[in-house]
T-cell receptor, first 115, second 113 residues
């Protein structure tokens, strides 16, 4: 059974460019999370969805970040315009149905470098 | 505000040793606690999930305990192997409507052959 799939695995871009990260959650999971990991701040929750609906986006750093989940098997995290301080590893995770009891399953991450 | 602390930040042990990783959290109102392993350049792999009503969970050589009242969890690794070398993170799920996992900063473990 496939796990959480993220693409691209690595992205190098220049400041000001648009970046789109993609995620396919585990089939049957109805919670999807976007996390960011940096050395300085560790793992931070950016946004999460339940049944394709954004529930809490309070962790999204600013208006340059946006996330969508058009269907149960696909989500995107977009940064426009990108800045060097956005350089980090972005993880997508999904969780099975079950209020507050679900185990979290992570993808391999997308390493973003903004020059 | 919930804070999760992991001590030590790094640990180096010889192969075969039993070891304990510590995790503490400031607010005992949690639904559950989860231990993860992260290998360099990789995502997080779930090791054990302990519900707030449970005291411990075991999987192979791993045993995780939870003392919610004191805000502590430990991950015990028996007979450590070089393949156990990784960063271990604990995370708590807060008992509010946010469904958020709050992560500790991790313990980087090196098991020397």
């Amino acid at each position: 059974d496939a796990g959480v799939i993220q693409s691209p695995r690595h992205e190098v871009t220049e400041m000001g460019q648009e970046v789109t990260l993609r995620c396919k959650p585990i089939s049957g999971h109805d919670y999807l999370f976007w996390y960011r990991q940096t050395m300085m701040r560790g793992l931070e929750l950016l946004i999460y969805f339940n049944n394709n609906v954004p529930i809490d986006d309070s962790g999204m750093p600013e208006d340059r970040f946006s996330a969508k989940m058009p269907n149960a098997s696909f989500s995107t995290l977009k940064i426009q315009p990108s800045e060097p301080r956005d350089s980090a590893v972005y993880f997508c995770a999904s969780s099975p149905p079950g209020h507050f009891t679900g185990e979290l399953f992570f993808g391999e991450g997308s390493r973003l470098t903004v020059l | 505000k919930q804070e999760v602390t992991q001590i030590p930040a790094a640990l180096s042990v010889p192969e075969g040793e039993n070891l304990v990783l510590n995790c503490s959290f400031t607010d005992s109102a949690i639904y559950n606690l989860q231990w993860f392993r992260q290998d360099p350049g990789k995502g997080l792999t779930s090791l054990l999930l302990i519900q707030s009503s449970q005291r411990e969970q075991t999987s192979g050589r791993l045993n995780a305990s939870l003392d919610k009242s004191s805000g502590r969890s430990t991950l015990y690794i028996a007979a450590s192997q070089p393949g156990d070398s990784a960063t271990y993170l604990c995370a708590v799920r807060e008992m509010d409507s946010s469904y958020k996992l709050i992560f500790g900063s991790g313990t980087r473990l090196l098991v020397r052959p």
